[in-house]
């Protein structure tokens, strides 16, 4: 993975600096709560119900066992013990105070890491495919291009106050797994009838109050060119999306309100005169970071292994993870493997300080020393070989690390919620506990097969509800939380944004209703079927009616 | 105690001596615009900033003066022979054009200052203003940051082409010198350091 050298270091070791300096004088009131915030926010700072939330930037997802240790003892030190993985790759901490942050960067720059850039508007931390490097379906690597864009985007002077957040997301396989439609650019690697790299480009996508999938800007960019295309794209959306209204600043607006031939045309303009300008990318510098994320020392194996197959037919616990958390490998003998943190009774994404070094200590020992988090909140160890499989199921149950979900109904995407964060409508975390409890059984979680279904306490949609299979969305009435349910949402290659069913619910009623989706998903299914499927042949008509079938607002809810 | 910083060659100092004057349109019935119970903070790029009677209305000292993008547009045959004598500058706001300005100014170096005013500090247009005049405009004059000019966006905008900061007046201009160097190396090419870390350097 990639290591700094002296000017990446030098840069955060400059940024607690900086940021130090900016606290003392916040505490000391020479800054005034708005003047701070833009720089605390930019900084992964949020002011939070009951404590700062710090959010640590884990660039696409890429972190070794070092940095594990480092943030378990981050947890330990200034929190309750204990982190969040977010639903963009990243580290929370949920109860720093403010006074300690500057140490606890101090801490994270050691390990060669920051929280530079996580929140603010501004150009945040590029996302990837957690299979990167390792997918069988993988055309190009995509975490090169992810790094030199992490660079350029690095306190980039022009783009350090945007009317809005702004999102980037690199892929270069050909299965989607990184949201690209749901992405201010989403950018899709893949290699021309020549061999050349090339990069398809997508703009304008997002979730939030007014979900949009994104629209093709460029079909095939050059490689060369991505920093200073990015670049003309930041421009026109600095200097012409909407400020006066943070609902609708977003570039997903501006790209609606222009349209996208138009705004393409504004783009092309602007890129016109930058490009081949300095921040063109040269082979030499693509192959000098590349070099950075070249394949482990893989052992030369066939792709069968006795003891696995052995242990494979007369374990059926085993039998269970291997299905569930083990996934494919371009190299033979090997397996990625995902850890869920979607252990019933903890909040999704949960992770303890003793959890975290188990992390550490299973990477160094299964995986190269390397793990990567997905924006499923859960844990991948990239490069395990097929015999230790086993041994690797019987440490992480004993850190419990194995739970067998990935995919299923209790993996549920949720964000912190009104638990945790001030913007929130509604809870989050209990909802998705009683939908665990709900589907507790294994054997019923594995006979409804994949089934993705995210829960976001506000329209911010952190939880990434419109593309849940299954979504539900905290809202406010009368002051009291609610939740609307959605279903037909997808990430992937045929992404699509989940439709509202009908009038929202009570939180007792939430495990309940999808109840009864599973119940007529599985009434309904043909071979081989999953849920999403189902709900696009059949519509979402004969969903909605059994749901509400004896429900009267106000009189009767709905029981599971 | 004046409260402007200037580059010159690179190296920031407080000037004491200043002759320019910000020239302002006089008031006009303020326009609050109410949205979702919120005053509108920000005005959408392309807006009109000024009427003509409040345009007609401007009075404009002798000296060295700095006029506002629309009282330039409307008026500058009165300004002339100052502008030959290099004593007219103009500032816009952060939602005027820049390529307004360039297109009813070809050669912008006939103003020896240009000015954006800043109406609040977390508007991050001005820095594409400032790079647009420095780099597609070939501005080479003073570039001055007006308005809600605070330390913590200095290194900001000494990047992106500004060589002079009005810091807002109830704070320190001495205290944020320091920020202008808040990073040493900084990885990708703007219009100061114009070349990315990995042109400047060897990296291993």
């Known amino acids: ?560 | 105690m004046s409260n402007l910083i200037k580059l010159n060659a690179g190296v920031a100092a407080i000037v004491a001596d200043d002759a320019w004057q910000i020239v302002h349109l006089p008031a006009a019935e303020a326009e609050v615009k109410k949205q979702a119970g919120k005053v509108v903070l920000f005005k959408l790029t392309g807006a009109e900033s000024a009427t003509a009677e409040q345009i007609a209305a401007t009075e404009v000292p002798a000296g060295k003066v700095v006029l506002p993008l629309s009282v330039w547009l409307a008026r500058k045959a009165e300004f002339a022979a100052r502008v030959a004598a290099g004593e007219v500058g103009v500032w816009l706001e952060t939602h005027e054009l820049v390529e307004t300005l360039a297109a009813d100014q070809p050669d912008l170096n006939v103003f020896p200052l240009i000015a954006v005013f800043i109406e609040r500090f977390a508007d991050g247009r001005a820095y594409s203003m400032a790079a647009l005049l420095r780099t597609r405009y070939g501005f080479k004059g003073e570039l001055r940051a007006l308005g809600d000019v605070l330390r913590d966006q200095l290194f900001f905008m000494k990047r992106c082409g500004f060589d002079a900061y009005q810091i807002r007046a109830d704070r320190s201009a001495q205290d944020a010198l320091a920020s202008l160097n808040d990073f040493s190396e900084p990885y990708q090419a703007a219009v100061v350091v114009d070349q990315p870390v990995w042109r400047r350097h060897a990296r291993s």
Not at chain 1, 186 to 206: H, P, T, Y
Not at chain 1, 288 to 307: C, H, N, Q
Not at chain 1, 382 to 401: N, R, T
Not at chain 1, 506 to 528: C, F, H, K, S, T
Request: net charge negative; with cysteine; hydrophobic share 40%.
């Open chain 1, 1 to 560: 993975m990639y290591r700094y050298d002296e000017y990446d270091q030098r840069i955060v070791d400059e940024r607690v600096a900086q940021f130090r300096d900016q606290t003392r004088r916040y505490l000391a009131g020479e800054l005034s709560e708005d003047e701070f915030k833009p720089l605390r926010l930019q900084n992964g700072l949020y002011i939070q119900r009951y404590a700062p939330m710090l959010r640590v930037a884990v660039p696409y997802g890429l972190l070794n066992s070092t940095q594990v240790r480092k943030l378990a003892y981050v947890a330990r030190t200034w929190d309750k013990g204990y982190a969040h993985v977010s639903t963009r790759q990243n580290f929370q901490y949920n109860w720093p105070a403010l006074k300690d942050v500057p140490d606890i960067l101090a801490a994270l720059a050691s390990a060669q890491m920051h929280a530079i850039q996580t929140s603010g508007n501004c150009i945040r931390n590029v996302t990837t495919d957690q299979f990167a490097g390792i997918a069988p379906d993988e055309v190009v690597d995509p975490r090169p291009i992810s790094e030199i864009i992490r660079q350029c985007s690095t306190f980039h002077p022009e783009f350090a106050l945007l009317p809005r957040k702004f999102k980037i997301a690199v892929t270069g396989a050909l299965e989607d797994r990184a949201v690209l439609q749901m992405h201010d650019i989403g950018l899709q690697l893949f290699r021309d009838a020549a061999g050349e790299l090339r990069i398809k480009v997508w703009v304008g996508g997002g979730m939030g109050r007014t979900p949009v999938l994104g629209s093709v800007l460029h079909e095939a960019l050059p490689w060369q060119h991505i920093l200073t295309y990015i670049e003309a794209i930041v421009r026109v959306y600095n200097l012409h999306g909407r400020r006066d209204n943070i609902y609708k600043a977003r570039i997903k607006i501006l790209v609606k309100a222009l349209g996208i031939e138009e705004f393409k045309r504004q783009v092309e303009a602007e890129w016109a005169f930058q490009k081949d300008g300095p921040n063109t990318v040269t082979q030499a510098e693509l192959e000098r970071v590349a070099k950075s994320f070249t394949a482990p020392d893989y052992e030369a194996l066939t792709d069968s292994d006795a003891s696995f197959d052995a242990r494979l037919a007369e374990e059926k616990a085993f039998a269970n993870w291997v299905k569930r958390c083990v996934h494919a490998h371009k190299q033979p003998g090997y397996r990625a493997v995902t850890l869920s943190l979607k252990t019933i009774g903890i909040a999704p994404g949960d992770i303890s300080d003793k959890q975290l070094d188990a992390l550490a200590d299973l990477a160094d020992k299964y995986s190269f020393g390397e793990l990567r988090t997905t924006h499923e909140q859960n844990v991948v160890l990239s490069d395990v070989k097929l015999g230790e499989l086993f041994a690797l199921w019987q440490d992480a149950k004993a850190a419990g690390l194995a739970t067998p979900n990935i995919g299923l109904i209790t993996d549920v995407i949720c964000c912190p919620g009104g638990d945790f964060c001030d913007l929130a409508n509604a809870k989050s975390i209990p909802i998705a506990e009683s939908v665990q409890r709900q589907f507790e059984s294994l054997d019923y979680q594995h006979d409804i097969g994949d089934l993705e279904l995210n829960i976001s306490g506000c329209m911010n949609s952190c939880g990434h509800h419109h593309v849940g299979h299954i979504g539900v969305l905290g809202v406010d009435k009368n002051d009291s939380e609610w939740y609307q349910v959605s279903i037909g949402g997808k990430q992937g290659n045929d992404a699509s944004i989940g439709e509202v069913i009908g009038p929202s619910f009570a939180a007792d009623e939430v495990a309940g209703v999808v109840q009864r989706l599973i119940d007529v998903y599985v009434e309904n299914r043909e071979p081989e079927e999953r849920f999403i499927d189902t709900v696009r042949r059949l519509g979402v008509a004969p969903f909605k009616e059994r749901v509400y079938a004896d429900r009267q607002p106000g009189k009767k809810k709905v029981e599971a």
